[in-house]
């Protein structure tokens, strides 16, 4: 009998996986049909997502928020905001010497 190398018959057969394999197969094809079962929602909820939030918090002096429901109140707020933003424009700010 030869020493070392390959011995024929041995190891496992060609096309066989392993019961580790096996159960992750499982599990993927288990994932893959609850996603699929969600697609509708998923895909909405990923739209709404990338296109941003579509309302506006305004917060009261108590620190409290609220949503503005009333395009009187939206307007408000921005002209609030802009009556205090006294910060001179980014390009007479100073920059850092690199």
């Known amino acids: 009998m030869p020493r070392g190398g ?3 018959g041995s190891g ?3 096309g066989s996986k392993e019961p580790q394999t096996i159960d992750k197969e499982l599990k993927r094809e288990e ?3 609850m996603i699929c079962a969600q697609m509708q929602p998923m895909t909405e909820a990923q739209i709404n997502h990338a296109q941003g939030v579509s309302y506006m918090v305004l917060r009261a002096p108590d ?3 609220a949503r503005a429901t009333d395009v009187k109140q939206i307007d408000a707020a921005c002209a609030a905001g802009a ?3 006294s910060c001179a424009p980014c390009s ?3 920059q850092a010497a690199a």
């Open 6 to 8: 390959v011995r024929p």
């Open 12 to 14: 496992r057969k060609k």
């Open 31 to 33: 994932l893959r049909k």
């Open 63 to 65: 620190g409290t928020f």
């Open 83 to 85: 009556k205090r933003a």
């Open 92 to 94: 007479a700010v100073p």
